[in-house]
């Protein structure tokens, strides 16, 4: 049973063109989203987050929003530029025991950021 | 510093083999966590340590086995592995509920090859 579901496996974009990332969850007891970027050989580099309460968060070139109703979040990503080329991860918090937080990732979805 | 460290980079063991994974953070955060991760999949959860206690087991097999000796360190100790464990072993770590959004901070990954 796949609680967070990345439908798209790839996306391609032309540099300077925005990047648009999608992720659908099942579980209402997620209360944080969050996007995780990752290369090759290295570990999760986290992007930026959201709390189930809002409908959206800015940083910089990246912003997610959230439709807490459709239980869908985007990430969107202006301009694209070629560094971003990478494996991006929607990941869905929730409390677990311990008071540690337990992270339920995405697929991921390969984006190419075309020169 | 938002760094996690892992050693090795690289380990490549016999099935008779026992060796030990290292995860270190200096970031003052009470939870840490064990990952498999597999090839062109998400990251999957096995372990999670919070205030020093293993607070979730996600069923792993016994020849996986955590220790966190003190707050900054985490281990995994690995005894009679299979091929099917050949894998990327990250370690993460993250502040606790009520501390934020708890985002996890991943290390490099150890790249685990059983042969």
């Known amino acids: 049973d796949q609680q967070v579901k990345q439908n798209s496996p790839s996306l391609s974009v032309q540099e300077g063109r925005i990047s648009i990332l999608n992720c659908d969850y099942t579980?209402?007891?997620?209360?944080?989203f969050l996007w995780y970027k990752k290369y090759p050989a290295e570990g999760p580099t986290f992007l930026i987050s959201?709390?189930?309460?809002?409908d959206k968060n800015e940083d910089g070139r990246f912003t997610v929003f959230l439709n807490k109703s459709a239980k869908h979040l985007s990430l969107h990503i202006v301009p694209s530029q070629p560094g971003d080329s990478a494996v991006y991860f929607c990941?869905?918090?929730?409390?677990?025991?311990?008071?540690?937080?337990?992270?339920?990732f995405g697929s991921g979805t390969q984006l190419t950021v075309l020169p | 510093d938002t760094e996690v460290t892992q050693t090795p980079k690289h380990l490549v063991m016999g099935m008779t083999n026992k060796k030990s994974l290292k995860c270190e953070q200096h970031m003052g955060h009470r939870a840490m966590y064990w990952y498999k991760q597999k090839a062109k999949k998400p990251p999957e959860l096995m372990f999670v340590?919070?205030?020093?206690?293993?607070?979730i087991n996600e069923s792993v097999p016994s020849r996986f086995s955590p220790e966190c000796p003190n707050s900054s360190l985490l281990n995994l100790h690995l005894h009679a592995l299979q091929p099917e464990d050949s894998a990327l072993y990250l370690c993460a770590s993250s502040q606790l509920f009520g501390q934020g959004v708890g985002e996890q901070y991943f290390g490099p990954g150890t790249r685990l090859t059983v042969t």
């Open positions: 959201i709390s189930s309460i809002k």
């Open positions: 990941a869905a918090s929730r409390i677990s025991s311990g008071s540690a937080r337990q992270l339920t």
């Open positions: 340590y919070s205030y020093e206690k293993l607070s």
């Open positions: 579980n209402s007891m997620f209360d944080y």
